[in-house]
């Protein structure tokens, strides 16, 4: 049966009070374990196009910011699986428990090392919280936008931004998966071309 509408804008905006609240706790817990608020450069770019810079995973979106909607994406189908009789504002809350738990786990020195040491991100030495916080508002906006278009559009764009960041830049989320759980040299070593 569909729901009315003002039942689903309440089922919405208690989703959204979970998120905001889910990602506070998040960004107390980075201040916690010694993340930095902002870029140590001093400023803040709405876009860092250098990957292999001090800047990466400093700003408001990077090149890893497409891997983040793709999470929203994925999460969005995890939570339909598993949670298809609850409201869109439980799954979005749920959504947000990983991506935030994630956030959380990428950035303590276990994962920083293993990047550092599996990847070629060698200089990279965790997120700013704003870049950490603006990864799970990304995943939010992958999330709505999977609820909202057909599923065929958004495996489109799931696979687009995976070709274009392997392409542009030698990694996407695929990569970076593969290369955090069971480095591969071959692909080590062809991320090291560019």
């Known amino acids: 049966m569909p729901q009315s509408q003002p039942d689903l ?3 919405l905006a208690i989703g959204l009070c979970i998120f905001l609240l889910i990602l506070i706790i ?5 201040r916690l374990m010694g993340r930095v608020w902002v870029c140590t450069c001093g400023y803040v770019k709405l876009w ?4 292999h810079s001090s800047g990466n995973s400093q700003h408001l979106s990077d090149w890893y910011t497409p891997s983040h909607i793709i999470h929203g994406f994925l999460f969005y189908g995890f939570a339909w699986l598993l949670f298809r009789q609850r409201s869109i ?4 809350g749920f959504a947000a428990l990983i991506e935030a738990a994630w956030e959380v786990l990428e950035n303590s020195p276990i994962i920083i090392d293993r990047y550092r040491s599996a990847t070629i991100a060698y200089d990279y030495f965790g997120d700013s919280i704003l870049n950490s916080a603006m990864d799970t508002v990304w995943m939010a906006i992958g999330f709505f936008a999977a609820w909202r278009l057909p599923i065929w559009v958004t495996v489109s764009l799931a696979l687009i931004a995976e070709i274009a960041t392997g392409i542009l830049i030698r990694d996407n989320l695929t990569l970076n998966v593969i290369m955090l759980v069971w480095p591969v040299e071959a692909i080590k070593v062809w991320q090291s071309a560019l």
């Open 26 to 30: 998040q960004i107390i817990a980075e």
């Open 48 to 51: 860092e196009g250098e990957v």
């Open 9 to 11: 804008k309440r089922q």
């Open 89 to 92: 504002g439980f799954r979005l």
